[in-house]
């Protein structure tokens, strides 16, 4: 095999990519700087680094969409240009994206054969490609009906089709941007199966993604990039989270659990019997009771898209019910607006930070005052008092370690763990009774991700109830005191954090409610 330059598919393979001194600019960013990386066959190999530290500029120039300013491409040592994906493609470099780009209502064969040409045009070859794909899912354990309609399909199995597809173009190298976001650990075990076998193949894969652990589990190589340049090499082998930790940010981050007191508070939030559709009547929330309370964090674990949004909405106020109640202490709320619920002491902190939790034009002190602007000491009679704005904005951003060049920068520009520290910053100010943290650390680097734990630890410390909706089990498992896992907008069960395992919660997920010899069959 390794003698006939080919892959057990039939692609060609590719020995060794590799790139060096990249550079690319943008007005007033330097988003690759001398970038050396590489990747051989056989090889799953980690990009590590912060949000903006260069990973996806680098790849985006690997797939064509961006060009270089300077440095070169070398494909098994000769330099090649890539100037558009259908280049990349042609050098047998492919893409597995975050979000996937298949079409629901066609079979698994009608999405693979998506704009490739058919010796039968203007007909399709159909029969031909449902052959190829189940070669290809034989042998690479892929487990997927090529006539299966993709919308039915789980989410994992569809990640899957985006593999078949990459495979079936003639990937020989594949880049795979942060895989695991929306699998249960099962799906990720089984995805990592998958990986190992492709290399064991001859194939060459670029990891990308924000979990050490999966990092330190699957690959062979990190390479870690900060402020656009690569600041470390290493094999997994010999490496550590922690390491790698600090490697992405320049400074050690801590990862155990905080120490926390017994939980003894008041019930402060009780949802009772909750449902709710959306405007299609499709049911978004089905019969959801739950309790937290103060000085308690509550987390919600689930893949996204099983109810956990419409339960913060629902607690928020932005999201009616068609059944059910909620009660803030003793207050019955479900009718409540969003805004009397603020004046009543809920904080949120929106899934969609740039949709739903900052006006993106606004400068960084407009958006830190939204919530505040009842308030005497921000505007009287109709009017801003500027002067106390800014001195409240100055003492937030300090606070908070916002990194702003200025109140008046559009927030828009800064980083997704800037925004996210505004969004703290001005819900954890009114001090809040209730505070919703939705996804709170989705998209932020290592070092972000540990200031907004060590905020929520404060919040808790003071006594605020606080449900943490998070689709990292990680995080839930740092974090949560009690556990709630969410499948088709109902709980599944509570599990209180001493009891708490990836592979229980993993079944839970699924919609599986499992019993030992469940959890004792799932690998670690």
Excluded at 3 to 22: E, M, N, T, Y
Excluded at 114 to 136: C, Y
Excluded at 147 to 166: F, M, N, S, W
Excluded at 447 to 468: F, K
Aim: charged residues 25%.
């Amino acid at each position: 095999m390794a003698d006939s330059g080919l892959l057990p598919s039939g692609q060609k393979r590719i020995d060794s990519l590799a790139v060096r001194g990249i550079v690319k600019r943008f007005p007033g960013v330097l988003a690759n700087d001398r970038v050396d990386f590489d990747v051989k066959s056989g090889e799953i190999h980690a990009l590590l680094g912060e949000n903006g530290a260069g990973k996806s500029t680098l790849m985006k120039i690997l797939y064509g969409l961006y060009q270089p300013d300077a440095g070169e491409i070398l494909l098994n040592g000769q330099p090649i240009e890539i100037r558009s994906p259908g280049d990349s493609m042609r050098y047998g470099i492919g893409m597995i994206h975050q979000h996937f780009m298949l079409v629901d209502n066609l079979t698994v064969t009608e999405n693979v054969a998506l704009g490739l040409r058919s010796t039968r045009a203007p007909m399709l070859d159909l029969e031909v490609v449902e052959a190829r794909i189940r070669t290809l899912t034989e042998r690479y354990q892929l487990q997927v009906d090529p006539k299966a309609i993709v919308g039915r399909l789980a989410v994992g199995q569809q990640q899957r089709v985006e593999i078949i597809k990459a495979l079936y173009r003639g990937g020989a190298l594949l880049v795979l941007d942060e895989p695991t976001a929306v699998l249960t650990p099962q799906e990720v075990a089984e995805l990592f199966a998958i990986m190992r076998q492709m290399a064991r193949e001859g194939h060459a894969l670029v990891f990308i993604s924000h979990k050490l652990h999966e990092v330190l589990d699957v690959t062979d190589r990190v390479t870690v990039l900060r402020n656009g340049a690569v600041v470390g090499n290493v094999a997994t082998k010999a490496t550590t989270r922690r390491e790698l930790a600090q490697l992405m940010v320049g400074r050690p981050v801590t990862f155990a659990r905080p120490e926390r007191p017994e939980i003894n508070g008041r019930v402060r939030l009780r949802v009772a019997g909750a449902s709710a559709f959306n405007e299609r009547g499709q049911r978004l929330l089905d019969d959801v009771t739950l309790e937290v309370h103060a000085g308690e964090i509550v987390g919600v674990a689930g893949v996204s898209g099983n109810g956990q949004r419409a339960l913060a909405e629902a607690i928020a106020g932005l999201q009616p019910l068609r059944s059910g109640t909620i009660v803030l202490d003793d207050r019955t709320i479900t009718e409540a607006s969003a805004s009397d619920r603020i004046g009543m002491g809920i904080g949120y902190i929106p899934e969609e930070r740039m949709h739903d939790g900052v006006v993106k034009d606004f400068s960084v002190s407009d958006n830190l005052i939204l919530r505040d602007l009842p308030s005497a000491h921000v505007a009287r009679n109709g009017f801003l008092r500027f002067k106390s704005v800014a001195e409240r904005s100055r003492k937030l951003i300090s606070d908070f370690q916002v990194k702003t060049p200025s109140l008046e920068t559009p927030i828009k520009n800064l980083s997704g763990g800037n925004i996210q520290k505004v969004i703290m910053a001005r819900e954890l100010s009114l001090k809040p009774r209730l505070l919703v943290a939705a996804q709170p650390t989705r998209g932020v680097d290592v070092g972000a991700s540990e200031y907004i734990h060590d905020r929520l630890m404060e919040q808790r410390a003071a006594g605020t109830a606080i449900l943490l909706i998070s689709e990292d089990l990680d995080e839930i498992m740092q974090m949560a005191d009690r556990i709630a896992v969410m499948y088709e907008g109902r709980i599944m069960d509570i599990v209180p954090h001493a009891e708490a395992t990836l592979e229980k919660l993993g079944l839970l997920m699924a919609g599986v409610v499992p019993d030992a010899s469940d959890v004792e069959a799932v690998p670690a």
